[in-house]
């Protein structure tokens, strides 16, 4: 007589197949959800590096443009915006009279004035390696400071110049003149501007052939523009002119 029990039932071909499938499906969902994560990961690091990297180049020419050297005569000022690059990854460059905290020169023994010319523009990573800066540079190009301690008839030349920033896409610096924004100035043609704005577009790598663009801008309000000393000659003599014809 045969004893009764339950009967040892193993697994079909087709439930192994179906639990396979359910493990293979898990396991490819856990790793594409790890992968996003990694990926969003290194965009967020990569574009809190671009956003560190604009903020830090607007915040240098926003402090040069505060230090820019006011005087009623133009002779001894300047201030001047040369548009270039192109509307969507502008390359300005602004050239001024300014004060600085810092010597331009390192070595003690070489006194320097209160005024320095100060120049700031882009410049191809290729530059910076050539001159030994980097070996290896980010996306975009650099962004260079020039100071000479003394300022002189050529405005655009001498000194001493660095690198200060890298990974710079597009630097853009306009003008104000109480009523528009103007993509270029010259103080010697237009007087002092109101305000100065400046923006600055920078890159940094997230991954392999992916790259993060951060935006950074700054408005820096020259207040007690002074009055040029020629425009107040030419009302005197134009008043005194006309006082004399009546």
Wanted: glycine share 8%.
């Amino acid at each position: 007589m045969k004893a009764r029990g339950a009967s040892q039932r193993g697994f079909t071909l087709i439930e192994l197949l179906l639990a396979a499938f359910i493990i293979a499906g898990l396991a490819a969902a856990t790793g594409s959800a790890i992968s996003q994560s990694l990926r969003a990961q290194s965009s967020s690091r990569a574009r809190q590096e671009a956003m560190s990297r604009a903020s830090a180049a607007a915040e240098l020419i926003a402090r040069d443009v505060q230090n820019v050297i006011r005087d009623g005569d133009l002779y001894d000022a300047l201030l001047r915006i040369t548009d270039g690059g192109t509307d969507r990854y502008p390359s300005d460059e602004l050239l001024l009279f300014a004060s600085a905290s810092r010597p331009a020169r390192s070595y003690a023994d070489q006194n320097e004035g209160g005024v320095y010319e100060v120049q700031v523009r882009l410049r191809p990573p290729e530059f910076a390696a050539l001159s030994g800066t980097r070996t290896e540079a980010p996306p975009g190009n650099v962004l260079w400071r020039r100071l000479d301690p003394i300022p002189d008839e050529v405005v655009d030349g001498g000194g001493v110049a660095f690198a200060v920033a890298d990974g710079i896409a597009a630097l853009s610096i306009e003008g104000f003149d109480g009523e528009s924004w103007y993509p270029s100035w010259d103080s010697d043609r237009d007087g002092y501007p109101h305000a100065v704005r400046i923006t600055v577009t920078a890159l940094a790598r997230a991954g392999t052939g992916r790259t993060r663009e951060a935006v950074a801008r700054k408005v820096v309000a020259i207040d007690r523009v002074p009055i040029p000393f020629v425009t107040v000659e030419a009302a005197d003599s134009s008043d005194e002119n006309g006082e004399g014809s009546e």
